[in-house]
């Protein structure tokens, strides 16, 4: 007689971001080792994976009339050293077969996490344009049911899972505040996610809503490309570097009048634009108030178990929510960790026991004062993980001091950071000098930055 087969766990991911992405990779890990993997089905809005990677032109609205996911935007470059984020299964020399500079242009990373997965079969377990519509949870099955839209064809079906993974992104709905007066503004008023180069900035005075990475960067992008003057207003803190002339720091504005701005301390002024760098709100609008994570933008987000799996009902995980200093290889060893839950290999306590870690972490993030103190608390996070599964290690204590370094490279210079290099911790490889300083480089094409000037170009751009 037949034996009969037991039937495969099913296993939904939503998202074919960094995050979506390696957690198929993880599972593709694993039957290169010869084990059996579970089915898996990876459910992508867009046309393409690479999450915010994957750079759209559109603002609103996709294709299908699904809000745009992505919030890069041209002449983006890597906001923290390539070596804070190298897969250590797969390093930039594997890819680029040459030394890179630390911080590449958005195309760039693009092709990196692509090379990974372009050679093993991680798109056929996606089906792209295509939309999680709605999630429910049989406690008595404990399968979970997704209802999802086939865009391309307009179709509305179902299937079900055994475990979700939500691999959405957090850095995608605006966080968007009112300030009395501002519909009256005569210029243009976007939030961060909308804009998407600084071409049609060139010549205005702008001013930046908030004080973190989207102000800083657009800021600086803005006055790299020709802005007349930028002026970012801080809510708690500035963010307090010495900035060139043409940049400045104030604190909130209280209201507008026309194109005039009123600041905290007294202050007056005419702009052209408005753009509110003021973050971005964690929206699941396919999950149902019980299963969906509640949290502001930080490094250890409530209610997960060893950050991804969700208290109430591990089956339910969430890759790569908290805020980042880490990415690429922090989205790895959590899919990795899940993977092993997912496959019986790795167990977990019971949900006061979980509860008891989770508060233990809460409370050390509660503590963290400096960008030192997040950077030690995220590597302590990363090797936890590191510790329970078998993703390659790395040396997770030598990146966290990249990053310490980091931080005081843009202290010292916000303009010419970029143009710093570090050294692998995967291959030992010393970053290569970009050829262009980037405060000169206009071009973010993956041709130009990989393009090597011959001898003959350097000297007579020295002449
Ligand atoms: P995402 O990249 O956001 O991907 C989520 C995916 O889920 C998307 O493809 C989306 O279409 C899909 N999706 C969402 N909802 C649904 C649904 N209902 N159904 C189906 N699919 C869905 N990190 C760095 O390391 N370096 C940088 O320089 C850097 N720059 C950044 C610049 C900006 C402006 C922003 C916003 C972020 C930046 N990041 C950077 C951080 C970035 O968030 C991570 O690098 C990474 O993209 C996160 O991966 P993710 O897969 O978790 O999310
Ligand atoms: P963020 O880090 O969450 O910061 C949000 C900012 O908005 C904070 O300064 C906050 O001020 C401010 N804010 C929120 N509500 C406000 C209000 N009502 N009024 C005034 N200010 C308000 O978001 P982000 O800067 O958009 O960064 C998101 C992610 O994008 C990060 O991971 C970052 O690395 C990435 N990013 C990368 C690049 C790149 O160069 N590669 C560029 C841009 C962004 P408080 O301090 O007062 O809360
Ligand atoms: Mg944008």
């Known amino acids: 007689m037949k034996k ?48 915010m990677w994957n750079y759209s032109w559109r603002t609103g609205v996709g294709k299908y009339g699904e809000p745009t996911h992505g919030s890069m935007y041209k002449y983006l470059w890597s906001n923290g050293p390539k070596e804070c984020l190298e897969f250590s299964d797969y390093s930039f020399d594997e890819h680029f077969k040459k030394p890179i500079s630390s911080y590449p242009p958005r195309p760039v990373l693009f092709d990196y996490i692509q090379g990974r997965i372009k050679k093993s079969k991680a798109r056929d377990y996606i089906r792209f344009d295509t939309t999680a519509r709605w999630v429910s949870f049989d406690e008595k099955a404990k399968k979970f049911t997704v209802i999802l839209d086939d865009l391309k064809i307009d179709k509305t079906y179902s299937e079900e899972f055994d475990y979700l993974v939500v691999a959405s992104g957090h850095f995608s709905t605006p966080n968007m505040p009112y300030f009395k007066g501002i519909e009256n503004f005569p210029g243009a008023v976007i939030h961060a996610h909308d804009f998407k180069g600084a071409d049609q900035f060139k010549d205005q005075n702008l001013l930046l809503i908030g004080s973190s990475y989207s102000a800083e960067d657009i800021g600086v992008q803005c006055y790299k490309h020709g802005a007349n003057s930028v002026t970012l207003s801080y809510r708690s803190n500035p963010i307090g570097v010495e900035w060139p002339e043409g940049i400045k720091e104030l604190p909130l504005v209280t209201h507008f009048e026309d194109d005039k701005a009123f600041f905290k301390n007294g202050t007056t002024e005419r702009f052209d634009a408005v753009i509110m760098c003021t973050g971005y709100q964690h929206k699941f609008p396919f999950l149902p108030d019980e299963l969906r994570l509640k949290t502001k933008n930080n490094l250890y987000p409530d209610h997960l178990y060893k950050g991804i799996f969700f208290n109430k009902l591990p089956q339910l995980i969430y890759l790569g929510m908290q805020d980042q200093y880490y990415t690429f290889n922090m989205f790895d060893t959590q899919a990795w960790v899940a993977r092993d839950y997912m496959i019986g290999r790795l167990q977990i306590p019971e949900e006061a026991e979980r509860k008891l870690d989770i508060d233990k972490w809460l409370e050390a993030n509660d503590k963290l004062e400096t960008g030192f103190d997040d950077v030690d608390f995220q590597s302590e996070y990363i090797k936890d993980l590191l510790s329970i599964s078998d993703y390659p290690h790395f040396n997770v204590d030598e990146v966290g001091e990249m990053f310490k370094s980091w931080l005081k490279d843009k202290e010292e210079d916000i303009l010419t950071y970029r143009d710093k290099t570090y050294q692998s911790v995967v291959t030992g490889t010393m970053a290569a000098e970009h050829h262009t300083e980037w405060m000169d480089e206009l071009d973010d094409s993956k041709e130009r930055y990989l393009y090597e000037p011959e001898e003959e170009d350097i000297l007579s751009e020295t002449l």
Do not use: H, M, Y
């Open 4 to 51: 009969k087969l037991t039937k495969k766990k099913r296993i939904g991911i939503i998202g074919a971001g960094p995050s979506g992405l390696a957690q198929i990779r993880a599972f593709e890990a694993l039957q290169n080792q010869g084990e059996d993997i579970p089915e898996i089905v990876c459910f992508e809005k867009q046309s393409n994976w690479g999450g």
